[in-house]
């Protein structure tokens, strides 16, 4: 694991309010099964939970990390793992500045594989309208419309929160950009809404980075 992103226990000491180490943790993750009520599980714990249409999220108090996990599926496909393995992708091309350093934590008796992905500060909708009016003026400093619209049209599924590309063009460049449009391409990112496009340290990440790869709801209702 890199450095920078060593997630040693003295150093989750370091940061913890509550003291949890990661043993500690991985204890209480120990708990969770395929019954699990992760909000109840949550609130008992004092730990944050949120959810979407795939993934499981846990935020713990003093802890740099998101704590991401699937529940097992028929066909084992796991988004959390899913972002885990763009993340080194991105690295091999040398954009993993864009997206969140994420990787397994721990597998429980339960067989539940539990990632860690570091915490945004803020997805898109959570921007006020005071940090909003500040980004779009920061964005108009440069003309940069054309060109970003040149990424966006080299995207498959292009990200809908076009102050965020605008920024991310500013922070990153055209090179990167465009690299980052054909790694998004190539694995299936298509689901970039403003709940997965974010900032951390006022830098434009994506926080949801597996796509959305499950059979649709109509597919439920073919048979
Ligand atoms: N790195 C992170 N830092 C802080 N909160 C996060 C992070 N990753 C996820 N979350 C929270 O957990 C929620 C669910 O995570 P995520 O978006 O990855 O799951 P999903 O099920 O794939 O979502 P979607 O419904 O967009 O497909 C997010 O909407 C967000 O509130
Ligand atoms: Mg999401």
């Known amino acids: 694991m890199e450095k920078a992103h060593s997630i040693q226990r003295t150093r989750i000491k370091k940061e913890s309010v509550n003291k ?39 935020l713990i108090n003093g802890f ?5 996990f699937v529940f097992p599926t028929e066909d084992e496909w796991d988004e959390a793992a899913q972002e885990a393995m763009i993340y080194e992708a991105a690295k091999k091309q040398g954009i993993e500045r864009i997206f969140l350093f994420t990787t397994l934590f721990y597998v429980n008796q339960a067989g539940i594989k539990f990632y860690i992905q570091e915490k945004i500060d803020t997805s898109s909708c959570g921007l006020s309208y005071e940090a909003k009016a500040r980004l779009k003026e920061k964005a108009n400093k440069k003309n940069n419309k054309p060109k970003v619209r040149e990424i966006l049209y080299e995207m498959k599924s292009p990200p809908r929160d076009d102050l965020w590309t605008a920024r991310a063009y500013q922070i990153y460049g055209k090179k990167f950009m465009q690299k980052f449009a054909e790694l998004t391409n190539t694995y299936g990112i298509n689901d970039l809404h403003p709940g997965n496009t974010g900032y951390l340290n006022n830098r434009p990440v994506l926080l949801d980075f597996a796509g959305y790869h499950r059979e649709s709801f109509d597919n439920y209702y073919s048979s």
């Open 64 to 68: 740099p990390y998101a704590i991401k």
């Open 20 to 58: 949890m180490t990661k043993k500690e943790i991985c204890e209480k993750l120990e708990e969770i099964d395929l019954y699990t009520l992760c909000r109840k599980f949550a609130r008992t714990n004092g730990w944050e939970y949120h959810s979407g249409a795939c993934k499981e999220c846990f």
